[in-house]
Nanobody, 126 residues
Framework: QVQLVESGGGLVQAGGSLRLSCAASGRTFSNNPMGWFRQAPGKEREFVATINWSGTSTYYADSVKGRFTISRDNAKNMVYLQMNSLKPEDTAVYYC???????????????????WGQGTQVTVSS
């Protein structure tokens, strides 16, 4: 089983940067595509970014493209989300997740991910 714990959230001014970390445990971590999702109050969970098992392929939601960067370090069992040029609309609880499938189809769907962290709050003030 893969267990995930996010950290690095906090309060930041608009235009600022924040780096989220996801510490993973479990013997299958390096074989899992990983994703970041976020959920704002009153809204559905939203796809942010995903990265393949080797870290050679990434995909981003249009809303964060060019501002956020997902990366992973399998040797350290870590996944990261570098968030730059933050906007108030980025305010949400951010979750890292592990996906069993490696196919492109469905990679933005929360239902495709079977392991989830507890979430970390990101608040961007205007």
């Amino acid at each position: 089983q893969v267990q995930l714990v996010e950290s690095g959230g906090g309060l930041v001014q608009a235009g600022g940067s924040l780096r989220l970390s996801c510490a993973a445990s479990g013997r299958t971590f390096s074989n899992n595509p990983m994703g970041w999702f976020r959920q704002a109050p009153g809204k559905e969970r939203e796809f942010v970014a995903t990265i393949n098992w080797s870290g050679t392929s990434t995909y981003y939601a249009d809303s964060v493209k060019g501002r956020f960067t997902i990366s992973r370090d399998n040797a350290k069992n870590m996944v990261y989300l570098q968030m730059n040029s933050l906007k108030p609309e980025d305010t949400a609880v951010y979750y890292c997740a592990a996906r069993r499938s490696s196919s492109r189809t469905g990679r933005i769907a929360p239902s495709e991910y079977e392991h989830w962290g507890q979430g970390t709050q990101v608040t961007v003030s205007s």
